[in-house]
């Protein structure tokens, strides 16, 4: 079983859709957690990070499940401009080597 | 504007040779990483170096070596007993935190082909 599971996807939905991404993570001991995003052939770069409480960032909307072990991502209103992979992050621990990222979902946003 | 430079962001390689890739940080972070990226996968850490002069074999390290002899520069070199080289190479950088929001601030990347 992969330390981080995500659908691959691809997702293809039209401009204006609510999509949503689920990650699971296999460490019931860890810390913290994000999502990035990564434009094709690019680096990844931080889109948010996710809290116990759930949080929110314009159309963006995090929510963490520490009992099912459970990461969602939700977007609002896609723009065509969102079409990437979003990567699921956990952090098993203090140090940036104990990060674990997954494989990633693709998005296509259409006109 | 602070960040990572990564160099070059297109190497070709023969087989047989070693390559040498760059990373640069202005960030001033004690913590740098590199990582490889191949289709369909997650990243892999293949060497970490939490401070100057120490560093740390990762999950895929065989064939792999580095150096962090300043804190700004961690160099990759990809040596020739790399079975399978060819992918997408990140650097990372952070400053380490115990509160465990430890967020990685990465490089462009550089690609490396094999011929």
């Known amino acids: 079983r992969k330390e981080v599971e995500q659908d691959p996807g691809p997702f293809n939905v039209p401009e204006g859709a609510t999509v949503a991404f689920n990650c699971t993570y296999s460490n019931s001991a860890s810390q913290s957690f994000f999502w990035y995003r990564q434009d094709c052939r690019k680096e990844p770069k931080l889109l948010m990070s996710v809290y116990s409480s759930g949080n929110e960032d314009g159309r963006f909307t995090a929510q963490l499940n520490r009992a099912s072990q459970y990461i969602s991502l939700l977007i609002r209103d896609s723009k065509l401009s969102d079409s990437a992979t979003y990567l699921c992050?956990?952090?098993?621990?203090?140090?940036?080597?104990?990060?674990?990222f997954g494989a990633g979902t693709r998005l296509f946003v259409k006109a | 504007d602070g960040g990572i430079t990564q160099s070059p962001k297109y190497l070709f390689r023969k087989e047989g040779q070693n390559v040498t890739l760059s990373c640069e940080q202005n960030l001033n972070h004690d913590a740098m990483y590199w990582y490889r990226q191949d289709p369909g996968q997650g990243l892999r850490l293949i060497y970490y170096?939490?401070?100057?002069?120490?560093?740390q074999k990762g999950d895929i390290a065989e064939g792999y070596s580095v150096s962090r002899e300043k804190k700004e520069s961690f160099p990759l070199t990809v040596t020739s007993a790399q079975k399978n080289p060819t992918a997408f190479y990140l650097c990372?950088?952070?400053?380490?935190?115990?509160?465990?929001?430890?967020?990685?601030?990465f490089g462009a990347g550089s690609r490396l082909t094999v011929l």
């Open positions: 170096s939490q401070i100057v002069n120490d560093f």
């Open positions: 992050v956990v952090n098993s621990g203090t140090g940036g080597f104990k990060t674990i």
């Open positions: 990372a950088s952070n400053q380490e935190s115990n509160s465990g929001a430890n967020v990685l601030t």
